[in-house]
Nanobody
Framework: QVRLVESGGGSVQAGGTLRLSCAAH????????MAWFRRSPGKEREPVAT???????KYVDSVQGRFTISRDNDKNTAYLQMDTLTPEDSATYYC??????????????????WGQGTQVSVSS
């Protein structure tokens, strides 16, 4: 059974940092793209960042320069380092995988596996 388990969410003040982790169980991440999405209350789920197996990373404009996606294939884990957080970053964050190549415009429906989400709350 494939499971993606996110962790690292929490509550921080504006300007703070968090590092999210996404550990894969029953599935090898190495050949596949990893992605992070988020959903804020009352809003559609939106992409945040993607990283292909070759390390090519893409970001949406709103997080470019503040967030960094990475992966450790030996640990079968992906990460999202979030710096200089703002209240607009408050959301539930989800990791996703299951396709070989992706970019931030790849439809969420293309991803086969999803984590359960981890909550991020940023106060002003």
């Amino acid at each position: 059974q494939v499971r993606l388990v996110e962790s690292g969410g929490g509550s921080v003040q504006a300007g703070g940092t968090l590092r999210l982790s996404c550990a894969a169980h029953g599935y090898t991440l190495t050949p596949y793209c990893m992605a992070w999405f988020r959903r804020s209350p009352g809003k559609e789920r939106e992409p945040v960042a993607t990283m292909n197996r070759d390390g090519d990373a893409k970001y949406v404009d709103s997080v470019q320069g503040r967030f960094t996606i990475s992966r450790d294939n030996d640990k079968n884990t992906a990460y999202l380092q979030m710096d200089t957080l703002t209240p607009e970053d408050s959301a539930t964050y989800y990791c996703a995988t299951g396709i070989v190549n992706c970019v931030v415009t790849t439809s969420s429906s293309a991803f086969k596996y999803w984590g359960q989400g981890t909550q991020v709350s940023v106060s002003s």
